[in-house]
């Protein structure tokens, strides 16, 4: 393949691959660093010796990517923010006086506001690192300031991970983001000691609040403002579930994500005000500067996400490329995007956000010209139609796996919004800038205001018209990690077939077919296996039984959607038929029988020697007598009992020497 010629792309790759091995087996920072510091060395030396050789070895080049592998490996433990011994999780403090300041502001939940913050003090101690705070949500208390700080008398708690199989792991999801602990705050258990800004996030905040404080002296509805908000501001935080929910299943979420187009739009703006600049001396170095200033400006407005501090980093080198004159080559962009990116930020590569965007644009850039020349219409309004379905065509083909991994579903639909939304998507942008501008300025005619209005309502309605559109929209699709690597060889073959035409990508294609369908046979052979599942639910018991394809739930809950995270489980397993059942006495499986004990407390069961006991709605009994009566190997207790006699039988199992799971602390119990 040609793109592998390109030197920047076969570094980034190797940076990448460092990345992985440090996100996945952990090396001590020392050894990395004496290896980065040799290969470094043994690269200047051989650099030196082949400098005037005119024959070529490989020794450079292996030596090249061995040591952007290490520098890969090297940044991300840099990074580590546990690796700093001042980072608040290696500091054992008694006192619980924590100074924090405000960093980011998440989406709140259904109780609690939610922050990240940056630990400033511990006890009085100096300490670094960022932690989830979680503020009791009261009507009569005020968001918390971006950049504010605050000192509270709490405890650290740990951030849970995942109770049920298949659930999404939250914790891991803020690991990347170097957040470990997080605090339950009430608002009265909060001081504030400044409110003064301190941070370029601040500065970002104030700016964005500043706009939004003119926007609501106008008579735009809230679902205007939140999409303005979204579109413009990079904030989804004030989007209604159904408008989100709408956007997503028209195929049609990435609009609301400041990204590429935006960005392009502003550097063509930006470009043309800017012009007169070039007639001066040093015009077009002025003009650079003020360029690649604004533009990142405008992302720290927008909140420094991995879409929009890709497209950001992408067209500052276009912007210098295109002012000095210079050509560039949109794969070499691509990669030094990444690589600095990487550099900088080296847990971006797990960023779902970053992964979608590199991943549309690749596509979009090697699949679209080629798409385009299958059919060129002579009249302009479908020539134009053709062009902005071709690029949903191509975008699909680098996303589709992906995002039926992390998403499960697919909008067939999403070409319609496409076709419909995309090419009025820069005039929207442009009047939404107009409209901000003249907002701060005081100047927004009522005309403007109705007129902008109607047309962001009009595409909401489209939005929320094509995602009723339900026989078109695919959900509760399975596909695991192994079925994602095998779309995406089968695509990059197929793509290279059509482009060569020749017989060694016909045979790759269909070998990459065949390797695909042997992955959907085995993902179904692992998934044939019988399991017995006993899950958390606060105050329910829910127990899954699964037989290859089939699922038995029985269950203490009056609808099976009070447990959402059934479905995810149900889409692991490729579960097509779910039964539902009441909580039996006993369950047998090929190998185990358990017994269930509810709130009777009945288990004297005459000929059943039970493997487990599951202990469900609080009984009352005698751990130590059930114990040496019915001899069981393990005792599990779900999220439907009392923590005090969770601790009480705990404590028990642990005399007896009995193994206890409580769901609460450890998860699911699972019985294969």
């Known amino acids: 393949m040609k793109l592998l010629n390109f030197t920047i792309i076969k570094l980034t790759a190797c940076l990448v691959l460092g990345i992985l091995i440090a996100f996945f087996i952990a090396i001590p920072l020392p050894t990395i660093l004496y290896a980065t510091a040799f290969l470094l060395s043994l690269l200047t030396l051989l650099y030196f010796i082949s400098k005037n050789k005119r024959t070529k070895t490989i020794w450079f080049g292996v030596a090249s990517f061995l040591t952007m592998v290490c520098i890969g490996v090297l940044v991300t433990n840099f990074h580590d923010e546990k690796l700093d011994k001042k980072n608040y999780t290696n500091i054992d403090s008694a006192e619980k006086l924590i100074t924090f300041r405000i960093r980011t502001t998440l989406k709140s939940g259904n109780y609690n506001d939610k922050y990240i913050v940056d630990i400033l003090k511990i006890a009085g101690a100096s300490v670094s690192g960022k932690a989830l705070l979680n503020v009791s949500r009261d009507s009569l208390n005020e968001a918390l300031k971006v950049d504010n700080i605050y000192i509270t008398f709490e405890e650290f708690q740990p951030i849970v991970s995942t109770i049920n199989p298949y659930q999404f792991n939250y ?400 889409i692991g397993n490729t579960i097509t038929e779910i039964n539902t059942y009441k909580v039996p006495s006993f369950i047998k499986t090929k190998n185990n029988t358990v017994l269930i004990i509810d709130s009777l407390g009945i288990h004297k069961v005459k000929l059943l020697k039970p493997d487990f006991i599951f202990l469900t709605q609080s009984p009352r009994l005698n751990m130590d007598r059930l114990i040496d009566s019915l001899k069981p190997k393990q005792v599990i207790a779900d999220g439907s009992n009392y923590k005090s006699y969770v601790a009480r039988w705990r404590a028990t199992c642990i005399k007896q020497k009995i193994p206890f799971h409580y769901t609460g602390e450890k998860g699911a119990f699972i019985i294969e």
């Open 171 to 570: 914790r891991s999801y803020l690991e990347k983001q170097y957040v470990f602990k997080q605090l339950y705050v009430k608002p009265i258990r909060l001081f504030r000691v400044s409110d003064n800004k301190h941070t370029v996030f601040g500065y970002a905040d104030l700016v964005r609040e500043t706009i939004n404080t003119k926007l609501k002296t106008y008579a735009f509805e809230p679902d205007v403002l939140a999409i303005i908000n979204a579109l413009i501001l990079g904030q989804r935080q004030d989007l209604s579930k159904d408008i989100y929910d709408s956007y997503t299943d028209a195929g049609a979420v990435h609009i609301l994500a400041v990204s590429g187009l935006h960005v392009a739009l502003i550097l063509l703006l930006l470009n043309f005000a800017l012009k007169p600049l070039k007639r001066f001396k040093y015009g077009k170095e002025i003009t650079i500067i003020i360029l690649v200033v604004l533009m990142w400006s405008f992302a720290i407005i927008a909140g420094l996400s991995a879409s929009v501090t890709r497209a950001v980093t992408m067209f500052s080198i276009i912007a210098v490329g295109m002012h000095l004159r210079r050509p560039t080559n949109i794969y070499n962009t691509l990669a030094i995007s990444i690589f600095v990116l990487l550099l900088f930020k080296p847990l971006f590569l797990f960023d779902v956000g970053f992964q979608l965007s590199y991943l549309a644009v690749v596509a979009i850039v090697a699949i679209q010209p080629r798409l385009v020349k299958l059919w060129q219409p002579k009249n302009f309004f479908l020539s134009k139609a053709w062009d902005y379905f071709t690029v949903g065509i191509a975008a699909q083909f680098g996303v589709v796996p992906i995002s039926l991994y992390y998403f499960h579903q697919f909008p067939g639909l999403f070409f319609v919004a496409n076709i419909i939304i995309i090419p009025f998507l820069g005039f929207i942008l442009g009047i939404g800038i107009l409209v901000i501008i003249l907002a701060l300025c005081n100047a927004l005619p009522k005309f403007l205001v109705d007129g902008f209005g109607f047309l962001i309502s009009g595409m909401n309605d489209l939005m929320k018209w094509l995602s009723l559109q339900e026989s078109f929209l695919f959900k509760d699709i399975s596909f695991n990690g192994w079925q994602v690597i095998a779309a995406y060889l089968f695509a990059i073959a197929f793509v290279q077939l059509g482009i060569k035409k020749n017989y060694k990508w016909l045979k790759l294609t269909l070998v990459s077919v065949l390797l695909f369908q042997g992955v959907n046979v085995y993902t179904k052979y692992n998934n044939s296996t019988e399991t017995l599942t006993f899950f958390h639910k606060n105050r329910y018991t829910v127990i899954g039984q699964k037989k290859q394809d089939k699922l038995n739930v029985f269950s203490s809950l009056d609808s099976l959607s009070q447990f959402s995270n059934l479905t995810d489980y149900t």
